[in-house]
């Protein structure tokens, strides 16, 4: 009796993983809370790819939070056009982000926080995570988004945090189903989750 041998022509189809086109997007997803490391992370993931943009969506509301942004440009370091999207991700998407191999969103959360200030309701912001990454998988090249994970302390003492958190929850993780990768930042360490 002879081995038995594979034949690649025999395996079917739903037994062979896909190439990814090189026009294909991909998705990576960086979740950690405050100071732990995700930004720098991101940063790294973000660096293997030319051109490569940086999409911030803090906004120098006062004199601390600009100098915050003024020392993460200098982190970055050469080689990232930089954007300040506060709300218009989908848009800067769709005009944009196909002109850049990689793209970091740094972050999520605070890109909530502008939403839920610019009086979109919380019953809505579902819609508007839909449409960025319909915006991003519409793009060829790789992004990373960045956001914090809020769920893991005290429930917040009043109606108004709660609901923040709540409403952030919901959107990690409609992204993390979405994401072709997914890393959460403990302390400075990586684990990759997907």
Known sequence: ?????SHPSKVSHTQRKPARSLLESKLIFVLGGARSGKSSFALKQGKTQSPRAFVATAEALD?????????????????????????Q???????????????????LTLWLNNLL?????SRQVPSYVRKLIQAIRGCPGQVVL??????LGLVPGDAVSRD??????????????EADEVYFLVSGLPLRLK
């Not at 009796?1 to 041998?5: C, D, F, I, K, V």
């Not at 923040?164 to 189903?177: W, Y």
């Open 117 to 121: 200030q610019q009086q979109v309701r």
């Open 1 to 5: 009796m002879g081995a038995l041998t």
């Open 89 to 107: 991700l989908a848009e800067w998407f769709t005009s944009d982000g196909e002109n850049f191999s990689s793209v970091v969103v740094d972050c």
């Open 146 to 151: 960045v956001s914090n994970e809020l769920g």
């Open 63 to 87: 004199s601390e939070m600009a100098a915050r942004i003024q020392k993460h440009k200098r982190s970055r370091g050469q080689g990232w056009m930089t954007f300040e999207i506060p709300t």
């Open 164 to 177: 923040f958190r709540d409403v952030a929850g919901r959107m990690n993780q409609v992204i993390a189903a």
